[in-house]
């Protein structure tokens, strides 16, 4: 999050993207991708009113706030490589695959890395493979993020904004 790309600066508003793909969505593509990648049970999707959660989210959001940072915008398992051998910065971790790369809140990546830990991906199809990570693990994974943070000191601390708490 504290990497510097030649991307723009303005916040990625993601709820105007996802209004505008709301009303292009196309409920038959949809079906179809589900049931290629195995999910069956379309109910849950197809029953929820997205539009009111959209609503209820621009709401809230600005009373949540939080950091604003380059983020991944795709920060899952298949995009993190690890180097058998560390590079010239002493470095293992790589990321890869920045095409959705903006400026939002931190969150929005920490989510991703909660919601893509309950996936696999097969031959190209994606499948559940486990729960959600419980409280303690997802507790256990902001509070080492929050340590790499701080270590980077790429920006002012506070301690309300830095907070596990407020980070979940």
Not at 88 to 110: H, N, Q, S, T
Request: with cysteine; hydrophobic share 35%; charged share 35%.
């Amino acid at each position: 999050h504290a990497l510097d790309m030649p991307i723009s600066q303005e916040r990625c508003q993601l709820l105007d993207v996802c209004d505008f793909y709301l009303e292009k969505r196309d409920m038959e593509q949809f079906r179809k991708l589900a049931h290629h990648t195995g999910l069956m049970d379309l109910s849950t999707f197809e029953d929820f009113d997205v539009k009111s959660e959209i609503q209820w989210l621009r709401k809230v959001e600005p009373l949540v706030g939080g950091r604003i940072v380059t983020i991944s915008g795709d920060l899952n398992k298949n995009n993190v490589l690890i180097r058998d051998e560390p590079d010239k910065f002493d470095e293992r971790v790589m990321m890869i695959d920045y095409e959705l790369a903006a400026r939002d809140y931190r969150g929005r990546d920490i989510g991703q890395v909660f919601a893509y830990k309950i996936l696999e991906m097969k031959d190209g199809l994606f499948s559940v493979c486990c729960e959600y990570p419980d409280e303690t693990w997802r507790r256990s994974f902001v509070t080492e993020y929050l340590k790499q943070t701080k270590s980077l000191n790429y920006f002012e601390w506070d301690e309300k904004l830095d907070s596990v708490d407020h980070v979940l």
